[in-house]
């Protein structure tokens, strides 16, 4: 213990009055007395933090309801964007040419089949928990929808649920299934497979699968 000698603490008649009844009383008394004040140090603190909690969930409304101001304030303005964009040949495949991720996935079939590709629209509900990604195609050679898309919603718990629509390839046009290298590009060349059959090739297309 600090101020007293080796000597003192192996004395006896010390450690008798280090544990003698009236020490140890005064010492659980200080106690009790620092365990009362930590208490309401504890309850101030809890209040002060109920506090900042009820302003943080006023502030997450607040912003959620001006997500939602500034979405429908958007749409007219979006909606109008997508009428000169339509006059622009193949903006969008240009657009994902430059896109950090989509960029990496675009192949030499992909840049054909995005000439065909007139409008992408986002779409989100007023809950701000779903959103889709829509993509609108004309009629081309390659598939027979003409339109894909890519919903996202937040479950509880914090997961994001995928959904997405099956691509309806037609004969020898699907990027996402490796081609004889013989007949890479011909019609009904994806519909045999050989044992010399090409690894598939990345895609921008994978985006709609399900675990992409």
Same mark, same amino acid.
Do not use: Y
């Given at each position: ?37 930590? *208490? &309401?140090?504890?309850? %101030? ?6 506090? $900042? #909690?009820?302003? @943080? !969930?006023?502030?997450a409304a607040e912003?959620? *309801? &001006?997500?939602?101001? %500034? ?6 303005? $979006? #909606?109008?964007? @997508? !009428? ?48 889709k990604i829509i ?38 046009y699907e990027p ?37």
């Open positions: 213990i600090p101020g007293m000698e080796r000597s003192e603490l192996s004395d006896t008649s010390t450690l008798s009055t280090l544990t003698h009844p009236t020490a140890m009383a005064s010492v659980s008394k200080k106690s009790k007395m620092e365990g009362a004040v930590l *208490e &309401l140090h504890l309850e %101030a603190l809890h209040k002060l933090q109920e506090q $900042l #909690e009820e302003i @943080n !969930e006023k502030a912003a959620e *309801e &001006l997500e939602r101001r %500034a979405n429908r304030e958007r749409k007219p303005i $979006l #909606e109008k964007r @997508n !009428e000169v964009i339509a006059k622009i040949p193949s903006f969008w495949l240009q657009a994902f040419r430059g896109h950090p991720l989509f960029s990496t996935l675009i192949s030499d079939r992909d840049e054909e089949i995005l000439t065909f590709l007139d409008e992408v629209i986002v779409e989100e509900t007023d809950s701000l928990t779903e959103w993509f609108k195609f004309s009629e081309n050679p390659f598939f027979e929808n003409r339109e894909l898309f890519k919903s996202f919603k937040e479950a509880d718990g914090g997961d994001l649920e995928v959904e997405s629509p099956s691509i309806k390839w037609k004969p020898g996402t299934v490796g081609e004889d290298e013989d007949t890479k590009g011909s019609p009904g060349a994806g519909s045999k497979r050989s044992a010399d059959q090409a690894e598939p090739e990345v895609s921008f297309f994978e985006f709609f699968l399900p675990d992409f």
